[in-house]
Protein backbone atom coordinates (compact mmCIF):
# COMPACT_ATOMS: atom_id res chain seq x y z
CA UNK A 1 0.00 0.00 0.00
CA UNK A 2 1.45 3.26 -0.88
CA UNK A 3 2.06 5.25 1.98
CA UNK A 4 0.86 8.74 2.54
CA UNK A 5 2.78 11.80 3.99
CA UNK A 6 0.82 14.94 5.12
CA UNK A 7 2.44 18.17 4.73
CA UNK A 8 0.70 20.65 7.38
CA UNK A 9 1.41 24.63 6.95
CA UNK A 10 0.60 26.86 9.10
CA UNK A 11 -0.27 30.66 9.64
CA UNK A 12 0.49 33.29 6.93
CA UNK A 13 2.52 30.56 4.74
CA UNK A 14 0.02 31.05 2.16
CA UNK A 15 1.85 34.50 1.18
CA UNK A 16 4.70 32.67 0.21
CA UNK A 17 6.85 34.32 -2.64
CA UNK A 18 4.09 37.11 -2.04
CA UNK A 19 6.27 39.28 0.18
CA UNK A 20 9.82 39.20 2.22
CA UNK A 21 11.10 37.24 -0.67
CA UNK A 22 14.59 37.87 1.44
CA UNK A 23 13.51 35.93 4.25
CA UNK A 24 10.94 32.88 2.50
CA UNK A 25 12.05 32.97 -1.02
CA UNK A 26 10.57 33.43 -4.37
CA UNK A 27 8.02 29.80 -4.05
CA UNK A 28 4.13 30.01 -3.50
CA UNK A 29 2.48 27.29 -1.34
CA UNK A 30 1.41 26.05 -4.47
CA UNK A 31 5.09 25.55 -5.95
CA UNK A 32 5.98 23.70 -2.68
CA UNK A 33 3.48 21.64 -2.64
CA UNK A 34 3.91 20.55 -6.53
CA UNK A 35 7.65 19.71 -6.10
CA UNK A 36 6.73 18.16 -3.01
CA UNK A 37 4.09 15.75 -5.16
CA UNK A 38 6.37 15.20 -7.75
CA UNK A 39 9.17 13.85 -5.56
CA UNK A 40 6.61 12.31 -3.88
CA UNK A 41 5.78 10.14 -6.80
CA UNK A 42 9.40 8.79 -7.21
CA UNK A 43 9.53 8.05 -3.89
CA UNK A 44 6.53 6.21 -3.87
CA UNK A 45 4.53 8.30 -1.86
CA UNK A 46 1.36 10.16 -1.88
CA UNK A 47 1.53 13.54 -0.53
CA UNK A 48 -1.48 16.05 0.70
CA UNK A 49 -0.56 19.15 1.18
CA UNK A 50 -2.24 21.77 3.00
CA UNK A 51 -2.25 25.31 4.74
CA UNK A 52 -4.44 26.56 7.07
CA UNK A 53 -4.60 30.17 9.40
CA UNK A 54 -6.27 28.67 11.81
CA UNK A 55 -4.97 26.09 14.69
CA UNK A 56 -7.48 24.24 15.30
CA UNK A 57 -7.79 23.40 11.55
CA UNK A 58 -4.57 22.39 11.95
CA UNK A 59 -5.05 20.25 15.34
CA UNK A 60 -7.69 18.39 12.83
CA UNK A 61 -5.71 17.28 9.97
CA UNK A 62 -3.29 15.58 12.60
CA UNK A 63 -6.24 13.83 13.95
CA UNK A 64 -6.88 12.59 10.65
CA UNK A 65 -3.23 11.88 9.80
CA UNK A 66 -3.53 9.19 13.08
CA UNK A 67 -6.17 7.55 10.38
CA UNK A 68 -3.89 7.41 7.60
CA UNK A 69 -0.48 8.96 7.37
CA UNK A 70 2.73 7.19 8.14
CA UNK A 71 4.42 10.52 8.74
CA UNK A 72 3.88 14.58 8.63
CA UNK A 73 6.09 17.41 7.55
CA UNK A 74 5.05 20.44 9.55
CA UNK A 75 5.85 23.98 9.33
CA UNK A 76 3.61 25.51 11.68
CA UNK A 77 4.41 28.99 11.68
CA UNK A 78 4.55 31.23 14.56
CA UNK A 79 2.67 28.24 15.97
CA UNK A 80 5.55 27.06 16.81
CA UNK A 81 6.65 28.82 19.24
CA UNK A 82 3.30 29.27 21.05
CA UNK A 83 1.31 26.42 20.47
CA UNK A 84 0.93 23.69 23.45
CA UNK A 85 -2.37 22.13 21.73
CA UNK A 86 -0.21 21.51 17.85
CA UNK A 87 1.96 19.62 20.25
CA UNK A 88 -0.24 17.75 22.06
CA UNK A 89 -2.11 16.89 19.03
CA UNK A 90 1.30 15.84 17.66
CA UNK A 91 2.02 13.61 20.97
CA UNK A 92 -1.31 11.60 19.61
CA UNK A 93 0.08 10.59 16.32
CA UNK A 94 2.09 7.38 15.90
CA UNK A 95 4.21 8.14 12.85
CA UNK A 96 7.30 10.01 11.65
CA UNK A 97 7.24 13.89 12.36
CA UNK A 98 9.32 16.79 10.64
CA UNK A 99 9.39 20.14 11.64
CA UNK A 100 10.34 22.41 8.79
CA UNK A 101 11.21 25.90 8.89
CA UNK A 102 12.06 27.90 5.57
CA UNK A 103 14.12 30.45 7.19
CA UNK A 104 17.05 30.29 9.90
CA UNK A 105 15.10 30.99 12.91
CA UNK A 106 17.93 30.31 15.51
CA UNK A 107 19.89 33.87 13.39
CA UNK A 108 16.47 35.74 14.20
CA UNK A 109 14.70 37.12 16.92
CA UNK A 110 15.46 35.07 20.07
CA UNK A 111 11.22 34.80 20.73
CA UNK A 112 11.50 32.06 17.71
CA UNK A 113 14.35 29.97 19.43
CA UNK A 114 12.08 27.95 20.80
CA UNK A 115 9.64 25.45 19.52
CA UNK A 116 7.01 23.20 21.20
CA UNK A 117 6.77 21.18 18.37
CA UNK A 118 10.59 20.33 18.23
CA UNK A 119 9.35 18.05 21.97
CA UNK A 120 7.97 16.00 19.50
CA UNK A 121 9.76 16.08 16.21
CA UNK A 122 11.56 13.24 14.90
CA UNK A 123 13.74 16.04 13.08
CA UNK A 124 14.00 19.31 12.31
CA UNK A 125 15.31 21.75 9.48
CA UNK A 126 15.62 25.26 9.25
CA UNK A 127 17.15 27.87 6.97
CA UNK A 128 17.26 25.67 3.79
CA UNK A 129 14.64 27.56 2.00
CA UNK A 130 11.59 25.76 0.66
CA UNK A 131 14.21 22.82 -0.12
CA UNK A 132 13.56 21.90 3.35
CA UNK A 133 10.27 20.57 2.79
CA UNK A 134 12.09 18.06 0.03
CA UNK A 135 14.67 16.99 2.20
CA UNK A 136 12.50 15.86 4.82
CA UNK A 137 10.72 13.99 2.51
CA UNK A 138 13.64 12.50 0.95
CA UNK A 139 14.39 11.51 4.99
CA UNK A 140 10.53 10.36 5.66
CA UNK A 141 11.26 7.91 2.47
CA UNK A 142 14.35 6.51 3.72
CA UNK A 143 12.87 5.51 6.94
CA UNK A 144 9.78 4.14 5.72
CA UNK A 145 11.79 1.86 2.91
CA UNK A 146 15.58 1.61 4.36
O1 LIG B 1 10.85 30.05 8.80
C1 LIG B 1 9.73 29.57 8.86
O2 LIG B 1 9.32 28.71 8.07
C2 LIG B 1 8.76 30.06 9.93
O3 LIG B 1 8.04 28.93 10.41
C3 LIG B 1 7.83 31.04 9.25
C4 LIG B 1 6.86 31.73 10.20
C5 LIG B 1 7.61 32.32 11.39
O4 LIG B 1 6.66 32.86 12.32
C6 LIG B 1 8.46 31.28 12.08
O5 LIG B 1 9.14 31.90 13.15
C7 LIG B 1 9.46 30.68 11.11
C8 LIG B 1 6.15 32.88 9.49
C9 LIG B 1 5.51 32.53 8.22
C10 LIG B 1 5.15 33.79 7.51
O6 LIG B 1 5.21 33.52 6.15
C11 LIG B 1 5.27 34.58 5.31
C12 LIG B 1 5.67 34.30 4.04
C13 LIG B 1 5.77 35.31 3.12
C14 LIG B 1 5.44 36.60 3.48
C15 LIG B 1 5.02 36.88 4.76
C16 LIG B 1 4.93 35.85 5.69
Given amino acids: MTAIAYIINGPNLN ?3 QREPQIY ?3 TIEDVAASCETLGA ?3 IKIKAMQSN ?3 QIIDWIHEARL ?3 GIIINPGAFTHTSIAILD ?3 AFDGTVFEVHISQVHKR ?3 RHHSYVSLRADGVI ?3 GTEGYELALRRLASILAP
Avoid: Q
Wanted: hydrophobic share 45%.
Fill in 25 to 27: GHE
Fill in 126 to 128: AGF
Fill in 42 to 44: TLG
Fill in 68 to 70: EAA
Fill in 54 to 56: HEG
Fill in 89 to 91: ALN
Fill in 109 to 111: EAF
Fill in 15 to 17: LLG
